[in-house]
C-alpha cells in the first residue's frame, strides 16, 4: 500500500525509490521478507512505484476514481508480472511454473489485492482532493 500510494501521490522517482527500500527496511528491522525473498520483492515493488507514478503522471481521466483505479490496477499487474519473470528467470531457475506464479500472484493474494482495491482509492482520494497538503 505505502510504495502504491507513494508512486501515484508523488511520482514515479519517489515511487521507484519508496519500492526498493521497503522491503529492504523492512527485512532490516523485521526479519520480513527472508532474505532469499528480498531481490524478488525488491523487484516487483520498485515495479509498483515506478508504474504507478509514471501512469498517474501520463493517464488521466476527467472521473479521478477511473484515473485512481487505472493507476493502481496497471501497476498491480506490471508489478506482478515482473515478479513472475524475475522469479522465473534469476532467482527460481527450474523451479518455477505457470501454476506457481498464477497460485502466488494471484489466487494467494486474492485479500491483499481486494484491500489494495479498496483501501487506496479512498486514501488517493482523502490525500489528493480532500487535502490542502499535495
Known sequence: IPVLL?????????GAICGILTPFLSS?????PPAAMLPA???????YGLTSGLLSQFVNFKNP???T???LVGAMLAGRIVSGIVNALIFRVGNYSLEIFLTAAL???IPGILIQLIIIPIL???LKYKS???
Open 132 to 134: 490542502k497538503v499535495i
Open 6 to 14: 507513494c508512486g501515484i501521490l508523488c511520482g514515479w522517482q519517489y
Open 124 to 126: 488517493v482520494y482523502i
Open 69 to 71: 483505479y487505472t493507476h
Open 41 to 47: 520483492m525488491m523487484c516487483e515493488l520498485f515495479t
Open 65 to 67: 476514481l477511473a484515473s
Open 28 to 32: 532490516t528491522f523485521t526479519g520480513m
Open 107 to 109: 489466487f494467494t493474494a
